[in-house]
């Protein structure tokens, strides 16, 4: 599968984001979709991840509350809606696709990534 993520951009702080990740190949629906960010000098981290339905999600801590993942399988493309945005959540979004049956937070269990879309968010 091949995944194009856009709508990253510059933002002040409270603003918001949506964050959409296109996919091509496999019926999209068969994969669990993820969203990470690595922001500059540190390690990619896990934000948000949806099962193959949209029933399931999980949260990093730090944007629960705040970001929102969703799917639409009928478009093939997943979204990470990100409000009241903060200047730590700066970094550089990659979108991902898993074919394991759940929805992991490490990255070594994504198997396909997307480019990533840059995210600065300003104080």
């Known amino acids: 599968v091949q995944l194009q993520a856009s709508g990253g951009g510059l933002v002040q702080a409270g603003g918001s984001l949506r964050l959409s990740c296109a996919a091509s190949?496999?019926?999209?629906?068969?994969?669990?979709m993820g969203w990470f960010r690595q922001a500059p000098g540190k390690e990619r981290e896990f934000v948000a991840g949806i099962n193959w339905d949209g029933g399931t999600t999980y949260y990093e801590d730090s944007v629960k509350g705040r970001f929102t993942i969703s799917r639409d399988n009928a478009k093939n493309t997943v979204y990470l809606q990100m409000n009241s945005l903060k200047p730590e959540d700066t970094a550089v979004y990659y979108c991902?696709?898993?074919?394991?049956?759940?929805?992991?937070?490490?990255?070594?269990?994504?198997?396909?990534w997307g480019q990533g879309t840059e995210v600065t968010v300003s104080s």
């Open positions: 190949g496999r019926p999209f629906s068969s994969y669990i």
């Open positions: 991902a696709a898993s074919t394991r049956g759940y929805v992991g937070t490490q990255s070594i269990r994504y198997d396909y």
